[in-house]
């Protein structure tokens, strides 16, 4: 097969990636509307739930997010009541966020959200164990590919 066919839309991995990327969002509105949370700040609320308190930063690296980008979801979330944000007696650069009573109450709300779009997937929960593994596995290979080209540019 010839490389010109590789420059159709259709066979683009990334577009792939992207239109399925947009269809889970897609599929998230609907359901995280009951509990009034965007996509991206059911994630903040998903780490938070595992890890509370956890700092900006650590969340930041969770998420892959940089800080112009969770600043305002964290702003969000703490004018709905659902976290609170610190800032380190320690280490006044550093700011822990934590969960408070209505965040934590939250979760329980919450426990439907993995069933219903596990269930509008029509994949079985290994499919889906196998894909996710398969796309972790991808981003690291990107990260790494993309951090090699950054290094050869300077």
Do not use: H
């Not at 009541?81 to 919450?110: N, P, Q």
């Amino acid at each position: 097969m010839s490389t010109e066919s590789y420059l159709t839309l259709d066979r683009q991995v990334c577009f792939a990636l992207y239109s399925a990327s947009r269809a889970f969002t897609n599929l998230y509105r609907p359901i995280l509307a009951d509990l009034e949370l965007t996509y991206p700040q059911y994630l903040v609320m998903l780490v938070l739930w595992e890890n509370d308190p956890i700092s900006v930063k650590d969340l930041g690296t969770a998420l892959r997010l940089d800080s112009g980008t969770l600043s305002p979801l964290l702003k969000r979330l703490e004018a709905a009541g659902l976290v609170s944000r610190v800032r380190r007696v320690s280490d006044e650069r550093s700011v822990d966020v934590a969960l408070t009573d209505a965040g934590r109450e939250l979760r329980e709300r919450a426990r439907g959200v993995p069933a219903d779009v596990m269930g509008a997937t029509g994949m079985s929960v290994a499919e889906l164990e196998n894909l996710r593994a398969t796309l972790e596995r991808l981003t690291d290979q990107v990260d790494a590919a993309a951090e090699q080209a950054r290094n050869n540019l300077g």
